[in-house]
C-alpha cells in the first residue's frame, strides 16, 4: 500500500505523526518548510542550542506565529526525544558526539530515529543499527540526502537481479580542495562571505562538503547499508559525465577506474584543470549495473540506458537530491510500514582523520571541516588494523605527539585523558568487530 494510503489510514486512526526534530539548521529548515503542507505530520517539538535562532527559522521558512508559539522549544535534545509528545526524532544537528548520544536514548525511549546526522552513523552506526534492532525500532538514513537516495539505487538493482558495479555521487572536487579551510571555502564554492551568511550557510560545515570529508562520510554509509566496498586508497573521485558513468565506473582492467566490482565511489563535476564537465553529475546519485547475458546488453541499448563501449555496464542516475524537502519519506516508511530509507547493516567502510598541514604536540583537533585534518575513505579493517582515528572523533581531543602533513592521526597520537563517551563507545565497537572478523577468518580457515 502507498504511503499516502498509509497515511489516511493512520490520520483517522491515530492522528498525526508526532515529530521532535534536534537540529534546526540548514537540513531542519528544508525540512521545516514542507511540513504545512504535510499533511499527517506534526513537529511538536524543536531542540537547538539557539533557541532564537529556532524560532526564527520557522518564521523565515512560512510558518504562521500561531503555529510558532505552539511548539515545545528545547536548548537540550534529551527532554525533547522523552517528550510523550514527540513518537519519531529526527536528529541533525551534524555533531557526531551529540548524534550518538540522541540516538542511543531515542532506541532506549523505544521510538524510531532518522539519523540525518551521518557522522554520527558512521562513527558508532554499526553499534547504534544493532541497538535499534533489538529494541524493535526504526534506525534511518534521511531520504533526500544522498546516502539513501543511492541506498534505494542499488536496492532497485539487486531487487530487478543485477549485480551492481558502483555506486555512489557527483561532487564539486579538485585534490587542492583536500588542504581547504573555513576561511577560503566560499571562495572555492563560488560564493561571497555574505551570499553564504544569508543562506545559513556554516563555513566548516560547508567546508566539509568541499575538503572530501562529507563524501567520505558518506560513502562509508552506503558501503556500511549494502556491503558494497572501498578501495583501498579511497575516494578516486574520476572527472565524469553522466553520460560517460558506465565507462569510467568499471574495473580498471576493463578499460574504467574502478579498483574493484562492488564499489563506492565518488564522480567530480570538474576536470582535473578547474573546468566544470558538461552534463555533470555535481547534485545526483548513480548506480552502475551489469548486464548479466546478451539480451539484456541489447535490452540497455533499445530502452536508452548510457553504457560502456562494450554495452556490458549500463548506468542509471537520479540528477538531484533535495535534502530535508525529501525528509517527509523517512518519516512516513519508519511509522507506517517499520521500514528504514536505508540503515547500516555491517562495517565495511570508515573514515580517519588526514592531516591538512603539520600538527604540533598540544593542539587540539577541531574536526570535520576544520583548520587541521580531512577525512578519508579506508576498509574498515585496514581502519582498525592501522590504528587510525575516526574523523568523527576528531574534536577537542590533545595531540601528544607531532602528525606531518598528509599522515594519518592515529589513537596513540591523542592524549587519552579528558576524553568523552563516545571515545570508549568507538573503542568498543572496533573491539566488537575486530573480535568478529577473527571469528569469521577462523571459521573459514577450519571449514
Known sequence: MSLTNLLEQRLYNCGPIKVGLIGAGKFGSLFLAQVPTSSGIEVTAIADLDLQRARKTCADVGWEEETITSIRFYEDGLPLI??????????????????????????????????????????????????????????????????????????WARSCGFNVIAAGKGTKYLPSYHTSTPDTVWENYGLTPEKAASAKMNAQMFNSFLDGTKSAI???????????????????????????????????????????????????????????????????????????????????????????????????HKPFHLVGLELNISILSAVLRNEPTGCTSGFQGDVVAIAKRNLAKNEKLDGEGGFMVWGRLTPAEDSLKSGALPIGLAHGLRLIKEVRKGKPVCWSDIDPNNVDDVFHLRKKMDNTFCSEWNLTRNLSEKS
Not at 524510531?112 to 541497538?131: C, F, K, Q, S
Not at 534521511?142 to 542499488?154: H, I
Not at 583501498?232 to 582492467?253: H, M, Q
Not at 536508452?304 to 548506468?315: C, E, F, L
Request: hydrophobic content about 35%.
Open 218 to 316: 558518506e560513502m562509508a554509509a552506503i558501503a556500511n547499508a549494502t556491503d558494497l566496498t572501498p578501495a583501498p586508497e579511497g575516494l578516486g573521485f574520476p572527472p565524469c559525465s553522466t553520460s560517460d558513468l558506465a565507462k569510467i565506473l568499471r574495473p580498471r582492467e576493463e578499460g574504467g577506474q574502478l579498483h574493484h566490482k562492488g564499489q563506492v565511489e565518488v564522480v567530480s563535476s570538474l576536470n582535473r584543470d578547474g573546468q566544470e564537465i558538461p552534463q555533470n553529475l555535481r547534485w545526483g546519485v548513480y548506480v552502475v549495473v551489469e548486464a548479466p547475458n546478451k539480451y539484456t546488453t541489447h535490452c540497455f541499448q533499445e530502452y536508452g540506458i548510457p553504457t560502456d563501449p562494450t554495452g556490458q555496464y549500463g548506468a542509471i
Open 82 to 155: 522523552s517528550s510523550s509528545n514527540v513518537e519519531v526524532v529526527v536528529e541533525a544537528t551534524g555533531s557526531p558526539a551529540a548524534g550518538v548520544a540522541h540516538a542511543r536514548a531515542t532506541i532506549r525511549e523505544g521510538k524510531h530515529i532518522i539519523m540525518v546526522n551521518v557522522e554520527a552513523d558512521v562513527l558508532m552506526g554499526p553499534i547504534l543499527a544493532r541497538e535499534a534492532k533489538k529494541s524493535g525500532v526504526v534506525y534511518s538514513m534521511a531520504y533526500g540526502d544522498q546516502p539513501a537516495l543511492t541506498c534505494e539505487l542499488v536496492d
